[in-house]
């Protein structure tokens, strides 16, 4: 080998395959960790190329002892100047980099052990000018280390596109720079570099980048760990959002994206940035606006509506309501309903506006609802603030003075009453009520207010709270406390947070307050507004004796002692959420709870996973208690409080540990879904597995996605399934469709029917022989006129990618259904478990939402007629023998894309299948016409075929051979 080829080769061989280009200023502390996480790649031929940005303090200093101690793989460079930003020191990098692609990191950031390997492998195999990994966001300094992937859905599957606009989402989404390698003869080819002396850089070279790329491939892994310390003296170039220059940068980087976006014709990505603009960036200041002085205020409207001017009304359709509602608002420059807005944007759920009724829509404000788009902005209908009870909603209330004076503070403010829902004459009574945020003796404060009163659209109060005499705080310990109203409606409590945004509380000065640990730990109360504009307080010393004792136990509590007694208390909180955990209480229920005694007599019931107390558990519930059976009921429930639960039954939490009691020494389970699949079943217990309908669409191994399942997936399915005892199937169906999908042996099967529809079989038995048709009291409970037909609406839910329930929309005007039907027809609207659906006012008396009724038979047995799609209640409502419309405007997609049917509905609904709206309306206007003689025959084939066990009796039954041995 000759001098010149020797010499090729080292050349070949020193060239590293990636640099890493790690800028810095000021972050002489932190720069090492960056540096060594690079070094620390399982990638070797990597390179640090680290450039500082002028830096006051030693950071330079640091950067060139790393690179002389590794001289081979670190060097440094220093700008002459500082820039004020990013994007100086990373073009430098780019021209001093020597390796075949470019990564760039953070100073306070670190890469991923394995990101240089993972990118360089799929730029390589892909030939792909840009790879884009997941980056994962790190608040440093909360106490368990947050982490949140940065737009995860883009990386759920490694993916290569050829443009941009196969995958807007990238663009519009993920701005970052730093979670990307780009080869390096790309960018200089393309002559990419990163905007100088203005912030958010990152915008406008992301976007140059993804236009620019021939190629770009995404991989799912984390390549990126971006380290946010939210509680920090020194915020961030992109978190200084109270200073209007920052707002200037952002919007001059949106100005230069949208320039480059029109000169290459992508009006579609364009659109798409908008969107995100409305959602993200704008959202971002204005949740900030409240806090901040009207000089800012004006001037960040002059600045955002010069560019609102030039987005696409449609965008505004594509974003969350209040988003929406407050770019509107700011283009109006109405501040009295903005600044609320705003709030409510921050605090999600919290309702700011007193909100107005017009033509049976419920908007925001009373104004602006004189043209198309602001009645179309403004509408906020869909959130149900009318329907919602009153304690469930969470209302503004708005600090309007303070005063303090020694250990009492002076104070008023006002609740928004929305659409008057607090009637004047309703019995008032307010209290403040103090909590610490780290509560560590459980105590609170709640003080009463000497004045509450209604104000129209507002509920007004104030008071005088002696703070030193109520409020005594541990001390250091406790040292923030949030500040709560609590406003007493007649017999409802409504507790509020206090909003403080505008208030002048740094001239109020602090409050003189008396911990229990002494004044000589802490001895006053500093207002404070929190991040989300809401009134605290700081414990704090400004004593000369509680400075130097504060300043003394800080020092003690970072010393050796404090650390091992901190790291002892870390070790007892995280064995007592280890023994709350899933996994803990499946290891108690197996080797403790399972070694008890079975009791006898004792019945666990369950209804759609404790959700409900309905369906065929409720009904051998209720037979149980008709005939007098001796028996222990246990009754398990969802959530954090029981509804509509029997008063003659213990009532257990799902997943409590008296919950797994109980199952574990129950003589019978008794439930209609499936009690918790890790849960083994006791040899000496019954199950009872009454289920909750008939099958249309495949269950169980006939479904796609159990047959895709892993075989461990589907051994534990399976062992789960065969803890049944008995099977409840109502016809030969079943046997076919739900007990083979199951897998099911034979004997399992119990062919009575189900419970729940004995009182349907009853009903029809009733009217067949007495020619009648009795409604009962839920018609006058839900004030339905006796002159009119009740049609109830039953759909199931949908599911999207991966199984999500998708929320309920209805697909079709309800307000056209009450304009058309209204006078002679009701509609009731029941959604699936799963759902919800708010109506608008205008149909109030004509359309009605049934949903929260858990048990659906009384609904059907009130219904002269049903619309359903796919739901089971179809079967059960076919023993009535009434008319029934099937509205299957998805029937394709529901019938083939999602999980498959064991029939074609079109070919065996015993009623009109409808698949558009006007289709639908017009079988509604003939229903009386064809109801009886187009599908009376039908019905009864039905029946026959899907509900032949379904007789009247099955509750007896299984009482009678389960419980009172008159049936064995």
Known sequence: MGVSEKKEKWIEVQVPDVSVVVIAYNDAER?????????????????????????????????????????????????????????????????????????FLDSDDVLERNACRNMLEAAESTGSDLVSGLCVRVTVDSRKKKTAGWYPWIYAETRTIDSIT????LLVFDTLSTNKCYRRGFLLDQGLEFPVGIHYEDLLFSAQAYIAASRITLIPNHVYYWNVQERAASKSISNRRHEIANFVHRMTIHRRVDALLESKGYEDLRYRKDIKFLKHDLALHLRDLALLDQDYQREFARLANEYLAGISPEAYSEVQPLQAICAFLLTREDWENLLPATDALTNPGRITSPLVE?????????????????RAILDVTAAGHHTKPLTSLSLGNKLTSYESAGGSIKLSGRVVNPLGRIAPDAKLGAALEFSARRNVSGKTARIPLTTVRHAGDHIEWSGVVDVARAVRPLGVIDAVWDVHLVLTVGEDELRTRVSAGGTPLDEAGSVRIRPRLTTLVSDRF?????PKGNLSYVLTAESKVAVRTSAMIDGAMHGQPARLAKSGLHRLVTAKRNLSSGETKIRVYHELYSKLPIKKGLVVFESHLGKQYSDSPKAIYEEMR??????????????????????????????SRQYLRALAQAEFWIDNQGFPLALAKRPGTTYIQTWHGTALKRMGFDEPGTKARGLGAQASFQKALDRFDH?????????????????LRDEVLLPVGYPRNDELAATRAKEAESGVRERGPLAAELGIDPEKKVLLYAPTFRAGPGGKVQAFQAPFSVEEFAERFGDTHTLLIRTHYLNNVTL?????????????HHDVTPLLALADGLITDYSSVMFDYGLLERPMIFFTYDYDEYAQENRGTYFDLKERAPGPVVETEEDLFGAVARFDEEADAK??????????EFSEYDRGDAARRIVAKFFTGSGK
């Not at 017009?358 to 602001?374: A, P, S, T, V």
């Not at 099977?727 to 083979?740: C, N, Y």
């Open 727 to 743: 099977f409840l199937i109502r016809g030969e169906h079943d046997r076919r469709t739900l007990a083979k999908g199951f897998r």
């Open 840 to 852: 608008p006012p205008s149909v109030r008396g004509r359309v009605v939402d049934v949903s929260s």
């Open 626 to 655: 008709r005939q007098g059976v001796k028996f222990e009921a246990v009754w398990s429930y969802a959530g954090a409080k029981p509804t509509g639960f029997p008063k003659d039954a213990t009532l257990v939490r799902r997943w």
């Open 166 to 169: 196969e995958l807007p989402d």
């Open 31 to 103: 720069l090492p960790t960056a540096v060594q996480s690079v070094l620390d790649q399982t990638l070797h031929s990597v390179e640090v190329v680290i450039v500082d940005d002028c830096s006051k303090d030693s950071t330079f200093e640091v950067a060139r002892a790393l690179a002389a101690k590794t001289p081979d793989r670190v060097r440094a460079f220093q700008l002459p100047e500082n820039s004020g930003g990013c994007g100086a020191p990373r073009n430098l990098g780019i021209k001093e980099a020597a390796g075949t692609y470019v990564m």
């Open 526 to 530: 500093v207002p404070q507004i929190t």
């Open 935 to 944: 599908y009376v025959a039908a019905r009864q084939r039905f029946n026959t």
């Open 358 to 374: 017009r033509d049976g829509r419920i908007y925001w404000c009373d104004r602006h609802l004189d043209g198309e788009e602001g």
